[in-house]
């Protein structure tokens, strides 16, 4: 798999103020911008090249991305080699292109504005709002059932009843042969489907693994009642045509688009992290004592 998209146009209203001025995919965990935790994710799935669909106020992560020659200088100068070689990493990381939503007309018209430079060959989707901790990594897992049963692969995960409504859901063919742990193919799917609808509790996860043949159903999936092409629409176009199957991803995923879930990763990375896991667990520690605290 050579392309990953990674549609990142979104205006992230949920964090302002803190998104009024800067992209919220260079919020950090810890001092990572969420997005670099996706495109890491990608190299590690062995996909080299990144589609970046971008819109206005976004140039951060252009630049977060590009060579930054002043700085490299100014840390060569003061013999700060480690910083360097962290910020030469990110350069180095992958090849980029960016290619502009223009309206902000959905999911599935974030995946159809990137069907020139994807061209005619099998791509991965990345959803950078959810950061994905797996070996191997969560991108990886869907390019080897990918590999083995040659159609599309999305990623999902079993999630607690009263939040099924914030995900598009798989009904998966339980008629259907077996084809290994987790791993279902897909008779139907819903977005958002109001609890009582839900045909299951596996929600899609932000990774899929597409062929090429999504970008002419999403040209042909109507727009939902907000105005919307959903991509989930659009697989559901293209399950008339071909088989998809859902894996569920083995790994810890964090739901950064929500605030909950933002402080949550924070923690979580902090922790994993051995220069902040000691000083940072005695503080955790001191919060949950149960005097101090006024609550
Ligand atoms: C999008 C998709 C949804 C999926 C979710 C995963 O929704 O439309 O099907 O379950 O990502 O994060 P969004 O979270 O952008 O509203």
Do not use: W
């Amino acid at each position: 798999m050579r392309k990953a998209v990674f549609p990142a146009a979104g205006l992230g209203t949920r964090f302002l103020p803190a998104t009024k001025a800067q992209p919220k995919e260079m919020l950090p965990l810890v001092d990572k911008p969420i997005i670099q935790y996706g495109v890491e994710e990608a190299t590690a799935s062995g996909v080299p090249n990144i589609i970046l669909v971008t819109g206005r106020g976004k140039n951060a992560i252009e630049d977060h991305f590009d060579v930054a020659v002043e700085l490299e200088t100014f840390l060569e100068a003061r013999g700060k080699l480690d910083q360097l070689a962290e910020i030469r990493k990110i350069s180095d990381m992958v090849n980029f292109a960016y290619v502009r939503q223009g309206e902000p007309l959905g999911l599935g018209h974030a995946v159809l504005v990137t069907r020139d430079l994807v061209g005619d060959e099998p791509f991965a989707v990345i959803l950078a709002d959810d950061v994905i901790d797996a070996n191997p990594p969560a991108t990886r897992q869907l390019i080897d059932v990918f590999d083995r049963l040659n159609g599309p692969v999305l990623a999902v995960e079993r999630v607690p009843r009263e939040t099924i409504s914030s995900y598009g859901v798989i009904a998966p063919d339980l008629a259907a042969e077996p084809l290994g742990d987790g791993v279902y193919r897909v008779r139907d799917l819903v977005e958002k489907p109001p609890v009582e609808e839900a045909p299951s509790d596996l929600a899609i996860i932000g990774r899929y693994v597409l062929t090429p043949d999504i970008f002419p159903a999403l040209a042909a999936t109507k727009r939902d009642r907000t105005g919307e092409i959903q991509l989930t629409n659009g697989l559901r176009e293209l399950l008339k045509t071909r088989p998809i199957y859902a894996c569920e991803v083995k790994g810890v995923r964090h739901d950064t688009g929500n605030k909950l879930g933002f402080l949550k990763a924070v923690v979580y990375f902090a922790l994993k992290r051995p220069d902040l896991a000691g000083p940072f667990t005695d503080y955790l520690t001191a919060l949950g004592l149960p005097a101090p605290i006024a609550r």
